[in-house]
């Protein structure tokens, strides 16, 4: 189930401050950071609908 519109316009990176892709319609739904200037790029999980925005949940990009 994809995020609504007006929140992921509001969400940012809490590492970065970049805005943030929505994924939630994977397997696996995460946000992912698009920081272009940083080497960012975490990914971070949704869990029952709920973007969880912490550093240390996040997953590290492959």
Request: with cysteine; aromatic share 2%; charged share 25%.
């Given at each position: ?24 319609a994977a397997d696996s739904p995460e946000l992912v950071c ?29």
């Open positions: 189930m994809p995020l609504e519109v007006g929140l992921l316009e509001i969400l940012a990176c809490p590492a970065c401050h970049s805005p943030l892709d929505d994924r939630t698009t920081g272009t200037g940083t080497d960012c790029g975490l990914a971070y999980p949704v869990r029952d609908g709920i973007p969880v925005l912490l550093v240390d949940e996040a997953r590290r990009p492959a």
